[in-house]
């Protein structure tokens, strides 16, 4: 009923920048938290940031200072600005959402992952 769709991954330079979207779409009432998460390859998954729907944020240490999540609420959709790129940035980064959908119920879907790699 809700799909999540992430785009923006691609190979960049440490030192670069990548801005990362994930689009909702579907029977969509209301979206509250959203959030980005990472895995790189044999690492546990990690949550990155997250948004409310007031715009509040939080970052997990490693990124503070270098990501900067945003949403439009309007458009249904998150994103991720990264600068400051370093090489143990490289993962797979997914989206997630909490959403109310127009039948209100809730659902928490995940987007299909973008990769993200940086390179030295």
């Known amino acids: 009923q809700v799909q999540l769709v992430e785009s923006g991954g691609g190979l960049v330079q440490a030192g670069g920048s990548l801005r990362l979207s994930c689009a909702a779409s579907g029977s969509i009432f209301r979206i509250d938290l959203m959030n980005w998460y990472r895995q790189a390859p044999g690492k546990q998954r990690e949550l990155v940031a997250t948004?409310?729907?007031?715009?509040?944020?939080n970052y997990a240490g490693s990124v503070k200072g270098r990501f900067t999540i945003s949403r439009d609420n309007a458009k249904n959709t998150v994103y991720l600005q990264m600068s400051s790129l370093k090489l143990e940035d490289t993962a797979v980064y997914s989206c997630?959402?909490?959403?109310?959908?127009?039948?209100?119920?809730?659902?928490?879907?995940w987007g299909q992952g973008t990769l993200v790699t940086v390179s030295s």
């Open positions: 948004i409310t729907s007031g715009g509040s944020t």
């Open positions: 997630t959402a909490r959403v109310l959908t127009g039948g209100m119920r809730y659902l928490e879907p």
